[in-house]
């Protein structure tokens, strides 16, 4: 059977299966296991429908804490947990201002945001 990366979630019109990717070790992130998406705010209840189907449990969200007040996502009911980890936009801007940027400064300055 092949592989899809885009998956249809009416509403969240860029979710993603993280499937095939290479993980720590020489591993590979299991197809149907780890999704990504964009804000889930504007998911339809056949968007919510497709994410239970996929068997989505837990949610983590990258917005700021006014971004998730404003404009909270809608979840499905097989959701667990709803893990808000927002990330700082600004210090990501680091990575283009660095003058002497290195890869080992950009993946300790990715480490630190996420």
Aim: charged share 25%; glycine share 8%; proline share 7%.
């Amino acid at each position: 059977m092949a592989q899809t990366r885009k998956i249809p979630v009416t509403g969240a019109p860029n979710c993603r299966d993280l499937g095939g990717y290479q993980a720590a070790g020489g591993k590979t992130v299991k197809w149907g296991m780890v999704f990504r998406s964009d804000d889930l705010y504007d998911v339809t209840d056949k968007g919510l429908k497709r994410m239970a189907d996929l068997g989505i449990r837990y949610i983590i969200d990258f917005r700021t804490v006014s971004e998730v007040a404003t404009l909270p996502d809608r979840m499905p009911d097989t959701v667990r947990e709803n893990l808000n980890i927002p990330i700082d936009p600004g210090r990501l801007m680091n990575l283009s201002q660095d003058p002497n940027p290195t890869a080992e400064k950009n993946i300790g300055l990715m480490i630190s945001c996420y």
